[in-house]
């Protein structure tokens, strides 16, 4: 198993890092030119500035049983597609049960928007319940798939 981060605009790769350490696992960052981003334990990869530069890389080099971080619902599909565990900064991890709708509503909201139209907006700050809650899932999912070992 590796960690694969789609760290642009990520708060949580200090914790990721911090577990794939804790459980020996290797961790991939993946980020763009704009973003510098280096942690001790972990191998930053930079790829060029483009709208989906991040994204592609992951999806390119990740295997079955990979973990993906990552808050895109389109990345999470293909990395779910090819077997890897997929979990967003929240701690709510995609599975082939929730990701239909997801795309779905994302697909919905890219219409309204098209259309002019406005989404309430339920951004709130994230706080440490937030990370914590992260930190639970992403354990849980390590813990599982090294049992799965």
């Given at each position: 198993m590796r960690i694969f981060i789609d760290a642009d605009g990520c708060p949580v790769v200090d914790i990721t890092?911090?577990?794939?350490?804790?459980h020996g696992i290797s961790c991939v960052i993946v980020c763009d030119t704009s973003h510098e981003i280096e942690y001790?334990?972990?191998e930053t990869v930079v790829v060029s500035q483009g709208r989906d530069s991040a994204d592609l890389y992951i999806v390119n080099n990740i295997s079955a049983g990979d973990l993906v971080i990552t808050q895109d619902y389109g990345v999470a599909a293909m990395s779910l597609g090819k077997g890897a565990f997929v979990l967003d900064q929240n701690g709510r991890e995609y599975t082939s049960s929730n990701i239909g709708v997801l795309l779905e509503l994302r697909a919905i909201h890219a219409e309204i928007r098209r259309s002019r139209g406005k989404l309430?907006?339920?951004?709130?700050?994230?706080?440490h319940a937030d990370d914590k809650h992260f930190e639970v899932s992403l354990r849980a999912i390590l813990e599982r798939s090294i049992a799965d070992a």
């Open positions: 890092v911090g577990e794939a350490v804790r001790e334990g972990a309430k907006s339920s951004k709130k700050k994230r706080s």
